[in-house]
């Protein structure tokens, strides 16, 4: 089960940190993270602290100096990196010649614990808040996905059409996508689905949102896609999987969560809404 980031355990120890611990974590977060690759003198001065301050601060994150800290930083980063070929090359061989009950026996402790892990670290504040956004009639709803997880957001929309008014796709099309991205207002949100090998667009499209007012929903793994630097909301979720692809079986279920929670607040509306859809399916005879 890979641990959590040195983001997470930054943002979780807020609380416990001094004021000037706090200048020294904010300015690691709001460019994670490369900036953990600074000298202590830089981050000193872009928090206005003293570079002791810098060293109590990763001290208080139970490393013993800064050096110790870059290189968990680095470890990091490798596995934040990783493609299906690289950890294909890593794995075990002995778990390649796994039997075929012991492949289920394994492939049942990796899913059932990242689901419950994952299902375990969601915060309920950005739960909350992403369902909160999702079910405001008010927004227009965008949703785009990357090489596999097009297909998550694929599944995430056509629940969200069947509950409310207002959601599409990100276009294709280059002049489509061109259009839509062109038109966003403060009342759209974009859900964004980018899992590591991130995709560079990701980024780009989260950025353009947020400075045209909107607001960013992002699912992605434990090591954060680059694009949730602009998000409001953040739903990360483990990747363990018994071949060298990384599972989106945790996200299916902070999706269905969603969903769930979706019903809830919208109440009435999505019954109404989702017995207007299937009136209408019967009528061009697709029930």
Not at 4 to 16: M, V, W, Y
Not at 139 to 149: A, D, E, N, Q, Y
Request: net charge negative; proline share 5%.
């Amino acid at each position: 089960m890979a641990p959590g980031t040195l983001a997470d355990d930054i943002r979780q120890k807020l609380g416990i940190l001094s004021p000037a611990e706090r200048k020294v974590a904010r300015v690691l977060l709001a460019a994670y993270p490369s900036s953990g690759f600074e000298t202590i003198a830089t981050l000193a001065e872009r928090a206005a602290v003293s570079a002791p301050t810098v060293l109590r601060f990763v001290n208080r994150l139970g490393y013993s100096g800064f050096p110790d800290f870059q290189a968990a930083l680095r470890a990091e980063l490798n596995d934040r990196n990783a493609s299906p070929l690289s950890l294909y090359a890593a794995a075990d061989d002995a778990d390649a010649a796994d039997s075929a009950a012991g492949l289920m026996a394994r492939s049942s402790t990796l899913f059932t614990t990242a689901v419950a892990q994952t299902l375990a670290e969601t915060p309920a504040h950005d739960l909350e808040h992403a369902i909160t956004l999702l079910s405001d009639r008010k927004r227009r709803i965008t949703l785009v996905g990357g090489r596999f997880t097009h297909l998550l957001a694929q599944y995430l929309g056509l629940h969200l059409m069947q509950l409310r008014d207002d959601v599409r796709f990100l276009p294709e099309r280059d002049v489509e996508r061109t259009a839509a991205l062109s038109a966003l207002t403060r009342r759209d949100v974009l859900v964004i689905f980018d899992y590591r090998r991130y995709e560079h667009d990701k980024l780009a499209f989260a950025q353009l949102t947020r400075e045209r007012g909107g607001k960013v929903v992002v699912f992605t793994d434990t090591w954060l896609s680059p694009a949730a630097s602009h998000a409001e909301v953040v739903l990360p979720s483990h990747v363990d999987a018994p071949s060298p692809y990384d599972s989106l079986v945790p996200t299916l279920a902070v999706i269905e969560t969603v969903v769930a929670g979706l019903i809830t607040a919208l109440g009435s509306d999505a019954h109404e809404h989702m017995k207007h859809n299937e009136d209408t399916a019967r009528r061009i005879g697709l029930v």
